[in-house]
């Protein structure tokens, strides 16, 4: 009678581990975000709608910033936040294994791309980690986009639909780029090209 018990109380809980596993599915979103047009504390919709997140899942988000655009960070009370919105004020949360990497990178002083953050919790209405002073003096970043991983170990409301990007950063030395497209760089080469051949030309009539 025991070892009946036994083996049932082993199916019950195997049950029950396969059950959670398989409730938990991986959430991927892909989207831009216009750093010229909305500046570096803004929401912006994601943009294919809106992803549902419940306890247990695994959130990969892929940002890239809109017409070419590239943000650098110096040291000085730098913050950078990986968060998604749900708009509302109740979204207490707590996530593991948190990375956060620059994409597009480039960095001066040995500034890494790549941070890991571990476990992080918070209570306002977001979800993803945040980086606070991870640069050093003489360190400074250069980035065209972001990455953001974590696993959702709760959240308030579960499962809970986020449908905007919040970007925000913040500190002493910020500056946003535009970069020419490469077909905007060609057409300026070849107007450069034409401004200096006429120039030639005429030094030699005179």
């Known amino acids: 009678?025991?070892?009946?018990?036994?083996?049932?109380?082993?199916?019950?809980?195997?049950?029950l581990l396969f059950a959670t596993q398989a409730?938990?599915?991986a959430v991927i979103i892909n989207t831009t975000y216009d750093l010229i047009r909305e500046g570096l504390n803004a929401t912006e919709p994601f943009n294919n709608g809106t992803a549902t997140i419940a306890n247990g899942d695994h959130v990969e988000l892929n940002v890239s910033f809109a017409n070419n655009a590239s943000l650098t960070m110096g040291d000085g009370n730098e913050v950078f936040r990986g968060w998604l919105s749900a708009g509302d004020n109740d979204s207490s949360f707590t996530i593991n294994n948190a990375t956060i990497e620059f994409t597009g990178f480039s960095g001066t002083g040995g500034a890494s791309s790549l941070?890991?953050?571990?476990t992080q919790s918070h209570g306002l209405a977001h979800l993803g980690p945040q980086l606070i002073?991870?640069?050093?003096?003489d360190q400074s970043v250069t980035f065209t986009g972001y990455k953001v991983t974590y696993d959702v170990q709760s959240i308030a409301k579960s499962p809970h639909d986020y449908g905007e990007l919040w970007f925000?950063?913040?500190g002493r030395n910020l500056s946003i780029s535009p970069i020419p497209e490469p077909s905007s760089a060609i057409l300026l080469l070849v107007g450069l090209m034409v401004?200096?051949?006429?120039?030639?030309?005429n030094n030699g009539k005179s």
């Not at 941070?115 to 571990?118: A, R």
């Not at 002073?133 to 003096?137: A, E, I, N």
């Not at 401004?195 to 030309?201: D, E, N, V």
């Open 195 to 201: 401004i200096i051949a006429c120039c030639y030309r």
């Open 133 to 137: 002073d991870f640069l050093t003096t």
């Open 115 to 118: 941070y890991h953050l571990g």
């Open 168 to 170: 925000f950063a913040s």
């Open 1 to 15: 009678m025991q070892i009946k018990q036994i083996l049932i109380s082993v199916v019950a809980g195997l049950s």
């Open 23 to 25: 409730s938990s599915s």
